[in-house]
């Protein structure tokens, strides 16, 4: 009797069949384990987000149009954003390498809920621990970094950096939040769909860089990513000492729309398209494509 060795990536109707299997250890997952891996994911975007804004920042001070001071990183604006989102791969590499529970790629167990696999009340258990699990690793992660003062590196540009991203995303109307979320999520899960084919950690890697790097470039809105950004640009604009403004020369009043109440504004339609994205566009699909049960 001989045993078939496969070097070849997993065909999409297998990748199915392990995606229901992944998604059934998931839902299983005792609480505190679950929520633990999902405090360890938030941080983990929340170290993507962190190598992105360094990358976005520039050195070189100009004037917007609207008389606001940004940095301008002297390189193509599709250029900086690509450099943005290959850097911003670092988050999801760190959990799906090395092991953790992020709401966003967690909307997959659609695939093992659909198949009977797991009950709803299930599915819903492990989405609501992991992302109260991600939202503490994510904000965790922004108090360490303002505490840090790295918002002080480049001459504050890095401060001024996440202080014009949190910005835009508080001043989303909800129909864009949720478009944006849907899109995002989408490619989020298509990343992890194809990491179900990986024979090796560098297919997993290789999977991951192309649909993260994507969705970043074009700006579409993760939830999980914003539980860092805009947190980090809300104690930069709250605590922030003078030396800071005085870098930028800008005051707190310019950021007078970055408020925890558009904290929540964004978070959740960007949640709902989150979940639209991965939960129907991706996870339902496959489904229905390769473990849909056929009359014959």
């Known amino acids: ?77 599709g250029l900086t954003r690509l450099l943005t989102g290959v850097v911003f791969c670092l988050g999801l590499v760190l959990v799906i390498v090395g092991g953790a529970e992020l709401f966003t790629g967690n909307n997959l167990i659609v695939i093992a809920w659909a198949s009977g696999k797991v009950t ?15 939202f503490v690793g994510s904000i965790g992660t922004a108090a360490l970094i ?12 890095v401060g001024l950096t996440a202080l014009n991203i949190a910005k835009a995303k508080v001043e989303l109307d909800f129909l864009p939040a949720v478009s944006l979320g849907v899109l995002c999520n989408t490619l989020v899960c298509l990343a992890v769909w194809m990491t179900f084919s990986a024979r ?49 020369g800008l005051a707190p009043t310019d950021f007078s729309t970055l408020t925890w109440g558009g904290f929540l504004n964004n ?17 339902a699909v496959y489904w229905a494509v390769f473990l849909r049960p056929v009359k014959k």
Do not use: C
């Open 120 to 134: 709803i009340r299930a599915m819903l258990r492990n989405w609501v621990i992991v992302y109260i699990g991600n």
């Open 200 to 248: 090796s950690t560098i297919d997993k890697i290789a999977a991951v860089i192309f649909p993260i790097a994507g969705f970043v470039a074009a700006g579409f809105e993760h939830s999980i990513a914003n539980m860092y950004f805009i947190p980090v640009a809300l104690f930069i604009k709250d605590f922030a000492g003078n030396e800071f403004w005085s870098k930028i």
């Open 1 to 77: 009797m001989t045993t078939e060795i496969r070097i070849d990536a997993l065909l999409p109707a297998e990748m199915a069949t392990r995606a229901e299997y992944v998604g059934v250890r998931k839902a299983e997952m005792p609480a505190l384990a679950m929520f633990t891996l999902a405090i360890l994911a938030g941080a983990f975007i929340a170290m993507g987000a962190i190598f992105a804004t360094t990358v976005a920042a520039g050195g070189m001070a100009v004037k917007a149009a609207d008389g606001a001071l940004v940095y301008n990183t002297g390189l193509p604006y």
């Open 267 to 283: 978070l959740l339609p960007v949640t709902l398209g989150n979940i639209i994205g991965g939960a129907v566009l991706v996870a």
């Open 146 to 157: 303002f505490i840090s003062q790295q918002y002080l590196a480049g001459n504050g540009s």
